[in-house]
C-alpha cells in the first residue's frame, strides 16, 4: 500500500501542489516577498523556467522553493484534499 517509494518528479505548478510544495517570490527592487499562488497557476504548465513579475513594480522575482509538510506525520488536509484529485 506504499506509495513512499514512488520517486518525486516536479515538473510543473500541479507537482508542486501535489507534493506540498511552495513556491516563494522575492522582488529584487522592491524587496516585496510574496507566495506565488499555485491553486491559480495552469497545472500542466512547467515552472521551471518561468519568469516571474512583481505585481508593484513589474521588476523580476527571485523564486525560492520549498515544503510547506514539515511533519511527515501530519501532512496539511488541504494537500490531502489535493492528493485525491
Ligand atoms: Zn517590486
Redesign the pocket.
Known amino acids: 500500500m506504499s506509495r513512499s517509494e514512488e520517486p518525486v518528479i516536479l515538473a510543473t505548478f500541479g507537482d508542486l501542489l501535489k507534493h506540498g510544495y511552495r513556491l516563494n517570490g522575492t522582488?529584487?527592487?522592491?524587496?516585496?516577498n510574496r507566495d506565488v499562488d499555485l491553486a491559480n497557476c495552469p497545472a500542466e504548465r512547467t515552472y521551471v523556467g518561468q519568469r516571474f513579475?512583481?505585481?508593484?513594480?513589474?521588476?523580476s522575482?527571485m523564486i525560492s522553493l520549498s515544503q510547506i509538510v514539515t511533519c511527515r506525520d501530519g501532512p496539511l488536509e488541504a494537500l490531502d484534499k489535493w492528493r485525491s484529485r
Open positions: 522582488c529584487r527592487d522592491c524587496r516585496v513579475k512583481c505585481r508593484d513594480c513589474g521588476s522575482v
